[in-house]
């Protein structure tokens, strides 16, 4: 059930960023429905973040800590990225723009999706 509610979160910050940033050709689906594009991208995205996020985080710790934190910006930013090309490698046409749409979007997704945890764990 827990993982389902992260899913459905992601999926929502999904829309609220593509909503944002598709009139700014920042963000797009192509070639499938939108909606089948959100649950694939929210899947995809949740494994990057499991196996591919620690990774980054570990060797790119002395410029996170350099940076106050502000380099995790950028890593956010490339697993969007890099989540969006596996979705167009499997054929599904989630396409995030480099590199204006992916930062963005990461800001996005991530403000969304603390918004939404803070309500779903405030109602547990």
């Known amino acids: 059930m827990k993982f389902f509610i992260h899913w459905l ?3 929502v910050a999904l829309v609220v960023a ?3 940033l598709a009139p700014y050709n920042l963000m797009s689906v ?3 429905s939108a909606w089948l594009a959100f649950a694939v991208m929210a899947v995809v995205m949740g494994l990057v973040n499991i196996f591919i996020r620690p990774v980054l985080k570990l060797l790119s710790c002395a410029f996170i800590i350099l940076t106050v934190g502000l380099f995790m910006l950028v890593i956010n930013a490339l697993l969007l990225w890099f989540s969006s090309w596996i979705c167009q490698q499997i054929g599904v046409g989630f396409v995030v723009s480099w590199p204006w749409g992916a930062l963005w979007g990461s800001i996005i997704v991530s403000v969304v999706s ?7 764990h405030q109602r547990r």
């Open 9 to 11: 979160i992601t999926v």
């Open 18 to 20: 593509y909503f944002i």
């Open 30 to 32: 192509q070639g499938t």
């Open 114 to 120: 603390f918004i939404i945890h803070l309500f779903v």
